[in-house]
């Protein structure tokens, strides 16, 4: 019997306000509460894959705090490692729902509880007895405290014997392209599973991405490289060779989310010791049935979910469950 939790991630997690699906942000009128942050959507994405999932972060003492903490463990995420600030906001994400138009995300996070993440808070002890350890490059970007936080997480993973999987995610509206690439590039090298798209590569490293993709196999200490391209397939890399995904046909109700539950999905079959073929297509099917559904994380699949519908998408079955 595991004596801790599988994976644990490490980030930010707000209050999101979504707007009813369809309708501009400045039209609407109805939102709909929810919770989004990248390490967290991952968290909420594995326990519901059947795993435990420890989220380690800061949340406001505040009524937006209780409710984010509440829907994480809802969804049977362990928030053991969070804590609430009495002094700092839950911090509050708004954005709207569309299939084909342009996204207006909207981030109220300045001076948030979780900008105020430090090492003090990544204890050995919180992550003792995992497997793997996630966290995003939005989390050093947040502040110069939560930078210094994600590399004790590195450093007290590898106390653990964890590995670390990265996922850069870049968001622009956190930084110029010289403060990603001098405060996340470095990151890249020191994880062993890297999640990234292929503009992030080519931001981060230069050069081609699959090209940067094999350099971080000899230059850092990555294993494997999963590359997300822009045509939506995905190539995993490592040091025997290659395979590539080929995205799933779905019909897109909201795109954001996507690359979460992309990373949920592989770390998932990493966790059961799946190979990287079938990894790469459960986590395709992981993130063609989250962008289906409006918000981060409501298309969020069970195992038997999961691989009903990889089933279907993968061989022609029924998708009907007679």
């Given at each position: 019997?595991?004596?801790?939790?599988?994976?644990?991630?490490?980030?930010?997690?707000?209050?999101?306000?979504?707007?009813?699906?369809?309708?501009?942000?400045?039209?609407?009128?109805?939102?709909?509460?929810?919770?989004?942050?990248?390490?967290?959507?991952?968290?909420?994405?594995?326990?519901?894959?059947?795993?435990?999932?420890?989220?380690?972060?800061?949340?406001?003492?505040?009524?937006?705090?209780?409710?984010?903490?509440?829907?994480?463990?809802?969804?049977?995420?362990?928030?053991?490692?969070?804590?609430?600030?009495?002094?700092?906001?839950?911090?509050?994400?708004?954005?709207?729902?569309?299939?084909?138009?342009?996204?207006?995300?909207?981030?109220?996070?300045?001076?948030?509880?979780?900008?105020?993440?430090?090492?003090?808070?990544?204890?050995?002890?919180?992550?003792?007895g995992?497997?793997?350890?996630?966290?995003?490059?939005?989390?050093?970007?947040?502040?110069?405290?939560?930078?210094?936080?994600?590399?004790?997480?590195?450093?007290?993973?590898?106390?653990?014997?964890?590995?670390?999987?990265?996922?850069?995610?870049?968001?622009?509206k956190?930084?110029?392209?010289?403060?990603?690439?001098r405060?996340?590039?470095p990151?890249?090298?020191?994880?062993?599973?890297?999640?990234?798209?292929?503009?992030?590569?080519?931001?981060?490293?230069?050069?081609?991405?699959?090209?940067?993709?094999?350099?971080?196999?000899?230059?850092?200490?990555?294993?494997?490289?999963?590359?997300?391209?822009?045509?939506?397939?995905?190539?995993?890399?490592?040091?025997?060779?290659?395979?590539?995904?080929?995205?799933?046909?779905?019909?897109?109700a909201?795109?954001?989310?996507?690359?979460?539950?992309?990373?949920?999905?592989?770390?998932?079959?990493?966790?059961?010791?799946?190979?990287?073929?079938?990894?790469?297509?459960?986590?395709?099917?992981?993130?063609?049935l989250?962008?289906?559904?409006?918000?981060?994380?409501?298309?969020?699949?069970?195992?038997?979910a999961?691989?009903?519908?990889?089933?279907?998408?993968?061989?022609?079955?029924?998708?009907?469950?007679?």
């Amino acid at each position: 019997m595991t004596n801790g939790p599988e994976a644990i991630t490490c980030g930010e997690a707000m209050l999101l306000m979504l707007a009813e699906p369809g309708m501009p942000l400045d039209h609407a009128v109805s939102f709909r509460r929810s919770v989004a942050g990248a390490e967290s959507n991952v968290a909420q994405g594995l326990a519901r894959l059947g795993h435990w999932a420890r989220w380690i972060g800061r949340v406001g003492d505040d009524p937006a705090g209780e409710a984010v903490l509440r829907e994480l463990r809802a969804d049977g995420v362990d928030v053991s490692g969070a804590e609430m600030d009495p002094e700092a906001p839950t911090g509050l994400l708004l954005r709207d729902s569309h299939a084909q138009r342009a996204i207006d995300v909207q981030y109220y996070r300045s001076g948030s509880a979780a900008s105020l993440l430090s090492p003090d808070q990544i204890r050995v002890e919180t992550l003792e007895g995992a497997r793997v350890v996630h966290v995003s490059g939005i989390t050093p970007m947040l502040s110069e405290s939560a930078a210094q936080a994600t590399w004790t997480l590195i450093e007290r993973a590898r106390q653990v014997g964890a590995a670390v999987s990265f996922d850069p995610n870049v968001r622009r509206k956190l930084g110029t392209d010289h403060e990603w690439i001098r405060t996340v590039g470095p990151l890249l090298r020191e994880a062993d599973i890297v999640i990234a798209g292929e503009d992030e590569l080519e931001l981060l490293l230069g050069g081609g991405a699959e090209e940067a993709a094999k350099a971080l196999l000899t230059i850092g200490r990555a294993r494997t490289v999963v590359v997300k391209r822009r045509d939506h397939s995905a190539v995993a890399i490592g040091p025997n060779g290659q395979c590539v995904q080929a995205p799933f046909d779905v019909p897109v109700a909201d795109p954001v989310g996507a690359g979460d539950a992309f990373a949920a999905g592989w770390l998932s079959a990493w966790l059961r010791g799946v190979r990287a073929e079938q990894a790469l297509a459960e986590a395709a099917c992981v993130a063609a049935l989250v962008v289906q559904a409006p918000g981060d994380t409501d298309g969020l699949p069970t195992a038997h979910a999961r691989d009903r519908a990889l089933s279907a998408l993968a061989q022609g079955h029924d998708s009907v469950d007679r």
